[in-house]
């Protein structure tokens, strides 16, 4: 029997600040947040993410420089929460967008930190 591996939320520290990544099931990294001074300010992005990833609305898909896609999680007062990797294609970004809102409100939170 194959276990079902199921998208994630990692905590982990950069320096003496607090950020977090989610990642599919493949081990992807489907996107990341921004940097916070505490764990618990970590914990409510990620509580924010489960919340807003389902409203619609929410994504705000961006062009880079280069012509590749990216889009930007934002919670109901418009700031950031969560920012994607660089995509090919729309089609690719709009393929992560639909992977966060299905898998975000289930997935597991990893500690790192600890």
Do not use: W
């Amino acid at each position: 029997l194959r276990k079902v591996v199921m998208a994630k939320f990692v905590i982990k520290m950069s320096g003496d600040q607090f950020h977090f990544v989610l990642k599919a099931g493949n081990g992807e990294i489907i996107g990341q947040s921004e940097t916070y001074k505490a764990k618990a300010s970590a914990l409510n992005g990620i509580e924010s993410v489960r919340k807003n990833c389902q409203r619609e609305g929410a994504f705000e898909m961006k062009v880079a420089k280069n012509g590749k896609f990216h889009f930007c999680l934002k919670a109901k007062n418009g700031e950031p929460v969560l920012q994607s990797q660089l995509y090919k294609s729309e089609d690719g970004a709009n393929n992560g967008i639909a992977s966060i809102a299905k898998n975000a409100p289930e997935a597991e939170i990893v500690d790192e930190t600890a």
